[in-house]
């Protein structure tokens, strides 16, 4: 799938969809605050099987309760695309399930 970094604007628009994630720069960016050490462990293995799932990987940092994922596209430069909102998309999916706020 070719990839195109998208404007200001539609990084703004498509950000409307995502509560809790914002522009870090120039990459999207969002902290999840767990119950537990262990809480944070199992999201940070499943965001690593929906990355290699997308084939499209974050800088994931992982502390005390907190997962920290920041992204872009390393293809196009380091611009944000497409592909960095699907992978967003699909973190908000399954973070729930793990008690992340
Ligand atoms: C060969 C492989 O498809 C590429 O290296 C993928 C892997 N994961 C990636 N992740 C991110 N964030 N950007 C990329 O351009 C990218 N490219």
Request: no cysteine; hydrophobic share 40%.
């Amino acid at each position: 799938m070719a990839v195109a970094p998208l404007s200001q604007k539609e990084i703004e628009d498509r950000l409307t969809e995502l509560p809790g994630w914002a522009l870090d720069g120039d990459r999207l960016a969002r902290a999840y605050r767990l119950d537990s050490h262990f809480a944070a462990v199992a999201l940070v293995v499943h965001i690593a099987r929906v990355q290699d799932e997308l084939d499209h990987h974050s800088d994931l940092t992982l502390g005390y309760n907190t997962v920290t994922l920041t992204v872009n596209t390393h293809s196009v430069g380091g611009a944000v695309t497409g592909k960095d909102f699907e992978l967003a998309h699909r973190v908000e999916d399954i973070a729930p399930g793990h008690g992340a706020h």
